[in-house]
């Protein structure tokens, strides 16, 4: 009976551990900067790689998780309604109980903890998941299939369009607000910079924005020329600094070679 027990509740606290991977595994996945993961995949981060592909299908993706973990869930809900009948009787109030408590453990511990944890370290848990994960897909890639199927049917009967294999892009506005929000990963002066050359067809002169593209070639050639100048103001005061840090390395260079006595010359024979 002991054997049993401690043998059924290893068995639970597996399904609880399965169930929680899939919940950080989806979450970590869903939430995962793409860029990232291509910036570890063009370094070989294999994991990396793996997870493109997973994102790539995302519709099976999503299927095989949610397949396991509904499983892992509903296996540990069984067992445990089989430890309670089994000590405590087939009483109402009991398999209630025993609901609850599956309940509860489910929720905390393979639901919104893994998610949590996943949510806060997408980067870190992704590839390792896709290790698991991708020969997971091949494995039940038949049972996906047939999943999706009901799946892609129901959403285009509410006439609901997915759009998976997009590629991630993303608009001027969008690359403007990355830039202004870099922190001191950019310094300001290049921020300006990067953010006049996105903005470089639109100009403002006295609070009205004109369009560059409808400039004549001489107006083209006086907007050339300010902008030359303002990049050479906004990098004065660079240059000075470049300026000085050379001006200080030649001095010191020029005292060592000061301070260094001559070499003898080899004597003649």
């Keep these: 009976m002991d054997f049993n027990l401690n043998f059924q509740l290893v068995l639970l606290a597996v399904l609880l551990v399965l169930s929680a991977f899939f919940a950080i595994s989806e979450t970590s996945l869903m939430s995962v ?6 910036h ?3 370094q070989g981060n294999v994991g990396a790689k793996l997870a493109i ?3 790539n299908e995302t519709d099976k993706l999503l299927s095989v998780i949610l397949l396991c973990n509904n499983f892992a869930n509903a296996a540990a809900a069984a067992l445990v309604t089989l430890i309670v009948v089994e000590f405590f009787g087939t009483q109402e109030s009991i398999i209630f109980i025993g609901t ?5 453990m489910i929720v905390i511990f393979s639901e919104i903890s893994p998610k949590v944890i996943g949510a806060a370290h997408p980067e ?4 390792y998941c896709s290790f698991i994960l991708y020969p997971l897909l091949k494995v039940f890639y038949p049972i996906v299939l047939f999943l999706n199927f009901f799946v892609l049917g129901f959403l285009k009967l509410v006439n609901i369009k997915t759009n998976f294999n997009q590629k991630d892009l993303i608009n001027m506005d969008e690359l403007k607000s990355i830039i202004s929000e870099s922190g001191t990963f950019i310094p300001q002066k290049n921020k300006s910079i990067f953010l006049n050359l996105i903005d470089l067809n639109k100009v403002t002169i006295d609070e009205v924005e004109y369009e560059s593209d409808d400039f004549t070639d001489t107006q083209k050639n006086l907007l050339q020329e300010i902008t030359i100048n303002n990049n050479i103001q ?6 000075i600094h470049c300026l000085k840090f050379t001006n200080e390395t030649l ?19």
């Design 251 to 269: 001095v010191a260079k020029l005292k060592e070679e000061l301070d260094t006595p001559e070499a003898e010359e080899p004597k003649k024979e």
């Design 53 to 55: 592909k997973l994102l």
């Design 124 to 127: 870190k848990l992704a590839p």
């Design 100 to 104: 609850i408590i599956t309940t509860f």
């Design 234 to 239: 906004s990098s004065k005061n660079y240059e």
């Design 40 to 42: 570890l995949s063009k």
């Design 33 to 38: 900067n793409r860029y990232r993961l291509k």
